[in-house]
């Protein structure tokens, strides 16, 4: 580097104009199709399981073994779900031992969701830094996708019926942990894939342009930034980088608000189109399983072989991404990663940096990243909370069947991809911030449990079949007491969930140190299993202790609402800027502490 800061001074054409001399196209698509291969891979879980059969199959496993109150000797499997007047108020209530305590069936999945989430948050610290080093971050990746593949597949060996049925508890939290703990390592893969993309390129090598026949003019030190900014070579490809473009040379600046719109356009598309492929291979197994649920009426069977394909088709296309995805560097990059490594070591120091980065100083000089994890802790918790709370209410309040529960499931991701593809268009026409887009769909997503929560007005209430011999009429739609409503919910909530998957992962990306990447995911995503344990196990708590899992609506209106003042407290560019200069100045003094 010192070479060139000399040139500089001396021949303003010897300044390298493209920096991406090593850079292979073909290579950048490959990893860019491996990375894709892995989300129409893995986002099958989430569409397929997570969201739709896993929690319906679990609360299935305890009902299998449960018993009706409050003898809690009459088998739940005797009663008729069909009839409401075995399904409401105290007498209809299913319980199942576990240990030495009595559950709500239906609170069993929720307690287990958020065990799960619980241990993937302890998981994602512990490999967050092994995925942060490139010749690692594969392996973590295939690893875990193994691990939650496989303890997917498992479940189509083991029935209801089975003593040891309480396994089926630990298969949910080995698959949750395994894609969790794989997403992080996926999406340390995003910045970098952006900073691969051709405009971007393009606009670095414009960059590279102007900074050579303006070099004669700059000050000594201004050089030395140049000079720096020629660090970004591809030849070590998705590799941690600094961000090329010097911020103290006036010259430069409209290139570098070029460079940066480019490069943040890029991300949301790329995360937007990752989420859109991911919803169509979730809704071509959901229509796929449709037809053995279908045909054997919602059966534990049924749900569980569901369960086993999503575990069938993540393993299958997680094979391209083992071809696909580059390994990580060579050369230099490999001498970095020292000969005593160990796992002990690498678990160790990820929890010690992760204590360094949530020091308050380190906390101060990030601040606008540090708002947007506080939102992103409730939102996270909220939205998924919405989803398995709003499926096991249509099962065991609205009593709908599997066959309509799949519909559900197949409606919400398509509008999901609807979403994705249209509100980047509305933002567009609007001229609107990512971060207003966020708010906007953040209120609009809250919406729906504020709509459950009109249930319990007196014109929506649900007739009492203990009411005396008169029949009470609920009224024919509104505040979420038909089938019908829980269809256009659906859509509804799809639409604004697919466009806030990409926006909010995209978001994050701008407001993140460049070079260590999968670290800041791995707090984003330990952000978001850090809350995503307590709605499920709020709500559970609610629908156990009231006996009507609608009260839980309550609880998620108001976690939902409570991050948008955070959400609008952001100021993108400064969290920028303050992102770039923490990976230039602070990331030496966090390794050595």
Not at 326 to 340: E, F, H, M, N, T
Not at 411 to 432: C, D, E, F, M, N
């Amino acid at each position: 580097m010192s070479d060139v800061a000399a040139d500089l001074d001396v021949d303003p054409e010897s300044l390298p104009v493209d920096p991406f001399t090593h850079f292979d196209e073909a290579a950048s698509k490959r990893h860019y199709r491996g990375w894709l291969s892995y989300a129409f891979a893995s986002e099958v879980f989430v569409i397929v399981s997570l969201t739709l059969f896993l929690p319906i199959c679990l609360e299935q496993f305890a009902q299998d073994n449960g018993y009706l109150l409050p003898e809690k000797i009459v088998p739940c499997s005797s009663r008729n779900p069909s009839s409401p007047s075995e399904t409401s108020g105290e007498l209809g209530r299913c319980v199942v031992k576990i240990g030495w305590a009595w559950i709500d069936t239906a609170s069993f999945s929720l307690y287990i969701y958020s065990i799960s989430v619980a241990l993937q948050a302890l998981t994602v610290i512990s490999m967050g830094g092994i995925a942060n080093h490139p010749p690692h971050r594969k392996s973590v990746l295939i690893m875990f996708a193994a691990i939650g593949s496989i303890s997917a597949v498992l479940f189509i060996a083991l029935p209801s019926s089975s003593p040891i049925w309480p396994v089926a508890a630990l298969l949910a939290i080995a698959a949750n942990v395994g894609f969790g703990a794989s997403v992080v390592a996926m999406n340390a893969y995003l910045p970098g894939l952006a900073r691969e993309s051709k405009d971007v390129v393009m606009a670095l090598q414009e960059y590279q342009s102007a900074a050579a026949r303006s070099n004669t003019s700059s000050s000594p030190a201004d050089s030395s930034e140049i000079a720096d900014s020629d660090t970004l070579g591809v030849s070590e490809p998705l590799l941690p980088s600094e961000h090329p473009i010097p911020s103290t040379i006036p010259e430069l600046a409209p290139y570098r608000e070029k460079y940066s719109l480019l490069l943040s356009q890029a991300t949301s598309r790329i995360s937007s189109f990752g989420i859109a492929l991911g919803y169509a291979a979730g809704i071509i197994l959901l229509l796929v399983t449709l037809v053995p649920v279908t045909l054997m009426k919602g059966s534990t069977f049924a749900l569980r072989l569901a369960i086993g394909c999503s575990g069938i088709w993540w393993a299958v296309f997680t094979v391209p991404a083992w071809a696909w995805l580059p390994d990580g560097g060579k050369g230099a990059l490999k001498k970095r990663v020292k000969q005593d490594w160990t796992l002990r070591h690498e678990i160790w120091k990820a929890w010690k940096k992760l204590g360094h980065m949530l020091r308050p100083s380190e906390i101060k000089k990030l601040r606008n990243t540090f708002w947007y994890l506080a939102a992103w802790f409730l939102l996270s918790d909220g939205f998924t909370t919405i989803t398995s709370t709003s499926i096991l209410f249509a099962k065991t309040s609205l009593h709908m069947p599997a066959s309509s529960l799949i519909l559900i499931g197949v409606l919400t991701p398509t509008a999901g991809i609807l979403g994705s593809l249209i509100w980047p268009r509305v933002q567009k026409y609007r001229q609107w911030s990512n971060r207003t887009v966020l708010a906007i769909l953040v209120f609009m997503a809250s919406l729906l449990p504020a709509y459950g929560c009109l249930g319990f007005l007196p014109f929506f209430k649900e007739p009492s079949p203990t009411s005396g011999s008169a029949t009470v009429q609920a009224a024919r739609f509104g505040g979420l007491t038909t089938p019908a409503e829980m269809f256009v919910l659906a859509v509804y909530f799809g639409s604004v969930y697919g466009a806030f998957q990409g926006y909010a992962r995209a978001f994050y990306a701008e407001l993140i140190p460049p070079g260590d990447e999968a670290r800041w995911y791995a707090l984003f995503s330990i952000t978001d299993k850090s809350s995503s344990f307590v709605g499920p196990l709020v709500v559970g708590l609610i629908s156990d202790l009231t006996g009507n899992i609608r009260y839980g609506f309550f609880f998620l209106v108001a976690m939902i609402w409570a991050a948008i003042p955070f959400l609008l407290i952001v100021d993108v560019e400064k969290g920028r800027a303050d992102a770039e200069t923490y990976s230039i100045a602070d990331e030496e003094s966090i390794g050595q502490d």
